[in-house]
């Protein structure tokens, strides 16, 4: 069996205009590292399991990816794929390429695609966003300071206008973003175009209150057509955001979200994505996925919190918010991360979320630099005073943060603030 | 903190009209088997990680979900969701619910959607498969033996009338579907439409020359309007199917493909799917992708091959079968299925794929019976006649299965498939 999948190694090859994927990987049970390695490169670019009539020798040369790098110990091979095997533009095409059957091969045990690193005509294929963070901060009027962001909660289960009533104290109380949350979708007790109209007109209100911009980002995932008209409708009714749960949706509908140019500011909601990003041995990293939200055009995307309730390590959250943000990014071992030259794709937003609340606010900061949205759901509703207090204390801990101030010693004269952090911390 | 995680357990609770969901659970660090299951059912119904003020009593009480059966060694859990919380006739919004954040919460160290068992009403809200198994049959003209099937390989590199070339052999033959590789779209070397007016060409030919339908499935995987408009040109071009990859094209964009109409038989390769589905105690079990793709509407999907190249325990890919082909579904706690009423959702056909050859092919029909794809590549194009011949050999293997005669018997005289035994045996 060997044999199908010798010709794909070929180390100190020194890629030029290929398409270069960094793999963690694991051989399968009797299977060497060379040999699952090359079955890897075989499986993703030209070759199948057993030798084949139809592919001449001179295809094979032409069109072969090559693993040129690996190391046994740290189980990390570097694949070198020639550029003509991508179809530019096509997000889908390249997973199916190199994230496709790969992950469920006999030679395979564990593997994990842990970066990219794409040739320029191949990131000249793509917009990227429309706004980025630049646009963010435009369309909110805030220039310096991380933006504040919170959800709905509970996040199902509140009618249109109780929705509307929610996202008015959060505003009112200190926050820039309003969202719905990742399963809100139109339900009966909450349809879609209802509860867009109740909170927008509420954003106004809190607009004229507080002089401030505010903005609201209504959950649009569904099938496409329904999402590009509940996104239209967005857009009509005078909203400035759409947001889309990006795994869910998938990329083929939420390339052409961006495509459309409607507009909106658009937020990509990461839920699901730990069902193969968990592992760190098998499947896809989150910064694969966020580097792909980037070149698809989505403006800014949750990337988590380091210091709340989900998973993600300090290391690699920060890797995602410097490969998403910066427009040149450099090779680093550790970080598992290859470099990248952005070209014309604008710096993407990263939103921390997840279990943040008041007291979490100066070390975030201080890991994640202000280019962020700092996001709290339960860390706002669930202040002993209620949401607009809870909001409040959250903005009062970014002031906090911006004036390098302890958080203790502010709460002294910020009595929101010293109820947040007692029964937070 | 587990104060916020309580109320979502009620032992013995009947679940009526709720969709129910089963999960493998492993606790977190320092998190106890009851709290976890709680922390899953609040994350993925109503709550979140902090008791907050927004959420009421009586709110709680309507919409909760409950974990009502849990069982500590096995370590599955079931869950019972109201209705309500659930978006009828779209995917993705179920997902993000179901299959989102909770496979990242602390609380959780692995967690895997198994199944779900859908209330009749949401059931009622998708169209299911135009065709399905019955539609596939009447358009190819094939009443009771297994439907042969051969993907072009190599899967990227051959011109258009290469591939045209190739896959008329496979037709001419014996093969009664021939596909496009999963990562094949509209390429440099090989565009689309091209590709799709040359093949069709070769179909014709081969459908005059051996009396037989023949069908081709071209790959239209891509950003959602490309994608359509390929899909389009395929059904004025005279074709009869069209073929995505599921997994990286989306829930989104694949409802609207199948709610268009086109009149298109909808073939689902699932490259990509290994990613989440191949960890036994973390993701999504690929018996749900494919009840998802039965419930979007594809008439047919890959599920394994159990004899060939990729992972698939047999009673696995057996339960797959059986998901998408029958329309009464009884749970098996050793399968680890739910029941299902499929209502008006048709059967869906089962591909097998995979590192296939004639050899392989009675015990495949032994454990999947009739109803299914049996599809080669390297089992047909690495014959050492070449692929007319590998297409000969392949249909006499299943010639001789459906005579319940032994290959080796039947290879006396049938030179073909003598051939093949000899390579792959």
């Given at each position: 069996m060997e044999k199908s999948y010798s010709g794909y190694l070929e180390p100190g090859y020194k890629p030029r205009d290929d398409l270069v994927a960094l793999f963690y990987l694991q051989p399968g049970r009797r299977v060497s590292f060379n040999e699952a390695a090359q079955a890897v490169a075989s499986e993703s670019s030209i070759g199948t399991w057993t030798d084949i009539s139809t592919l001449s020798n001179s295809l094979k040369r032409k069109l072969h990816a090559r693993v040129f790098s690996l190391n046994r110990k740290s189980r990390l091979i570097e694949i070198a794929y020639p550029k003509e095997l991508f179809e530019e533009g096509n997000i889908p095409q390249l997973l199916s390429s190199v994230a496709g059957n790969v992950f469920g091969m006999k030679e395979v045990r564990n593997l994990r695609l842990l970066d990219i690193n794409f040739p320029n005509s191949y990131i000249k294929s793509f917009k990227g966003p429309k706004f980025g963070i630049q646009g963010v901060r435009k369309t909110l009027r805030v220039k310096k300071r991380p933006l504040l962001g919170s959800i709905v909660k509970p996040k199902l289960g509140l009618d249109e206008k109780q929705h509307a009533q929610v996202a008015f104290q959060a505003w009112a109380g200190g926050c820039d973003i309003v969202k719905d949350d990742e399963?809100?979708?139109?339900l009966k007790f909450n349809n879609f175009e209802k509860r867009v109209k109740e909170t927008l007109k509420m954003r106004r209100k809190a607009e004229q209150i507080t002089g401030e911009k505010k903005a609201y980002m209504p959950n649009v995932t569904a099938p496409f057509n329904e999402m590009m008209r509940r996104a239209r409708f967005v857009k009509k009714a005078g909203g400035r955001y759409a947001m889309a749960d990006i795994v869910t949706v998938g990329w083929s509908a939420l390339q052409d979200l961006r495509d459309a140019d409607l507009g909106l500011l658009l937020h990509a909601h990461r839920a699901g994505?730990?069902?193969?990003?968990?592992?760190?041995?098998?499947?896809?990293s989150m910064l694969m996925v966020a580097k792909l939200a980037r070149l698809a055009g989505l403006d800014q995307i949750h990337v988590g919190a380091i210091v709340g309730k989900m998973q993600g390590r300090r290391q690699e959250v920060q890797a995602i918010g410097e490969e998403i943000e910066h427009s040149l990014i450099r090779s680093g071992k550790k970080q598992h991360i290859l470099s990248e030259k952005w070209l014309h794709v604008k710096p993407m937003l990263a939103v921390c979320s997840g279990g943040l609340h008041p007291g979490k606010v100066p070390p975030l900061l201080e890991a994640m630099g202000n280019d962020i949205v700092v996001q709290m759901g339960g860390g706002i509703h669930g202040h002993p005073l209620g949401t607009m207090h809870g909001a409040i204390a959250a903005r009062q801990s970014v002031d906090a943060a911006m004036k390098k101030i302890p958080l203790r010693e502010y709460a002294e004269q910020h009595k929101d603030l010293q109820l947040a952090l007692r029964k937070w911390q």
């Amino acid at each position: 069996m060997e044999k199908s999948y010798s010709g794909y190694l070929e180390p100190g090859y020194k890629p030029r205009d290929d398409l270069v994927a960094l793999f963690y990987l694991q051989p399968g049970r009797r299977v060497s590292f060379n040999e699952a390695a090359q079955a890897v490169a075989s499986e993703s670019s030209i070759g199948t399991w057993t030798d084949i009539s139809t592919l001449s020798n001179s295809l094979k040369r032409k069109l072969h990816a090559r693993v040129f790098s690996l190391n046994r110990k740290s189980r990390l091979i570097e694949i070198a794929y020639p550029k003509e095997l991508f179809e530019e533009g096509n997000i889908p095409q390249l997973l199916s390429s190199v994230a496709g059957n790969v992950f469920g091969m006999k030679e395979v045990r564990n593997l994990r695609l842990l970066d990219i690193n794409f040739p320029n005509s191949y990131i000249k294929s793509f917009k990227g966003p429309k706004f980025g963070i630049q646009g963010v901060r435009k369309t909110l009027r805030v220039k310096k300071r991380p933006l504040l962001g919170s959800i709905v909660k509970p996040k199902l289960g509140l009618d249109e206008k109780q929705h509307a009533q929610v996202a008015f104290q959060a505003w009112a109380g200190g926050c820039d973003i309003v969202k719905d949350d990742e399963n809100l979708s139109s339900l009966k007790f909450n349809n879609f175009e209802k509860r867009v109209k109740e909170t927008l007109k509420m954003r106004r209100k809190a607009e004229q209150i507080t002089g401030e911009k505010k903005a609201y980002m209504p959950n649009v995932t569904a099938p496409f057509n329904e999402m590009m008209r509940r996104a239209r409708f967005v857009k009509k009714a005078g909203g400035r955001y759409a947001m889309a749960d990006i795994v869910t949706v998938g990329w083929s509908a939420l390339q052409d979200l961006r495509d459309a140019d409607l507009g909106l500011l658009l937020h990509a909601h990461r839920a699901g994505h730990a069902a193969f990003t968990l592992n760190e041995k098998h499947g896809i990293s989150m910064l694969m996925v966020a580097k792909l939200a980037r070149l698809a055009g989505l403006d800014q995307i949750h990337v988590g919190a380091i210091v709340g309730k989900m998973q993600g390590r300090r290391q690699e959250v920060q890797a995602i918010g410097e490969e998403i943000e910066h427009s040149l990014i450099r090779s680093g071992k550790k970080q598992h991360i290859l470099s990248e030259k952005w070209l014309h794709v604008k710096p993407m937003l990263a939103v921390c979320s997840g279990g943040l609340h008041p007291g979490k606010v100066p070390p975030l900061l201080e890991a994640m630099g202000n280019d962020i949205v700092v996001q709290m759901g339960g860390g706002i509703h669930g202040h002993p005073l209620g949401t607009m207090h809870g909001a409040i204390a959250a903005r009062q801990s970014v002031d906090a943060a911006m004036k390098k101030i302890p958080l203790r010693e502010y709460a002294e004269q910020h009595k929101d603030l010293q109820l947040a952090l007692r029964k937070w911390q």
